[in-house]
């Protein structure tokens, strides 16, 4: 990831995020992540992304269950391991513990829109993803099909001297 810090393009990434939060009311609907980008400060020279994902398989089971709300990413992650079939569950019980997370992420979620924020402070769905070749450019670090994730979904992303310490507990994952 060193070369994002290079190039300074990229400030941050946050891990995979659920839409949900432990009380039955704290859910944060596609349309709630875009208003918080309306009017967002100093649009004019940063874009500002929401990336959203559906879970699939057994990731998506998990999540669907009583009790997933209380959950972290990890631990859904973790749980939809163990629901594997041992073959594939092997494959990733290969990987060390802070990467078989983000490949599952990978494996296991798809793009299915992208938000952003425009320069006149209005936002919209940029993208839509029914075909891999318009997916933003981001999703190929995420060590989607099998490349190497070079921006895994289960960790923050940070310029070099930023520290996440002023974020909610949320936004760190």
């Not at 995979?16 to 875009?34: F, H, K």
């Not at 320069?119 to 940029?126: H, S």
């Not at 891999?132 to 923050?156: D, F, I, Q, Y």
Request: charged share 30%.
């Amino acid at each position: 990831m060193e070369w994002f810090a290079e190039e300074d393009w990229l400030l941050y990434a946050s891990p995979l995020l659920p839409m949900w939060e432990s009380a039955p009311t704290a859910n944060y609907s596609i349309s709630r992540y875009l208003w918080s980008l309306r009017e967002l400060p100093g649009r004019e020279h940063v874009q500002a992304f929401w990336f959203f994902y559906v879970p699939q398989r057994e990731l998506a089971e998990v999540m669907l269950e009583a009790g997933a709300r209380e959950r972290s990413i990890n631990e859904l992650a973790g749980a939809a391991l163990r629901r594997m079939k041992p073959i594939t569950r092997e494959k990733y019980e290969r990987r060390e513990e802070h990467e078989r997370i983000g490949r599952i992420l990978a494996d296991r979620t798809y793009p299915v829109a992208d938000g952003t924020v425009r320069a006149d402070g209005k936002v919209e769905i940029a993208a839509t993803y029914r075909k891999v070749r318009r997916m933003h450019p981001l999703h190929s670090l995420e060590g989607r099909w099998g490349s190497t994730a070079r921006l895994p979904l289960n960790k923050c992303f940070l310029q070099q001297s930023q520290s996440d310490s002023g974020f909610e507990a949320y936004f760190r994952g």
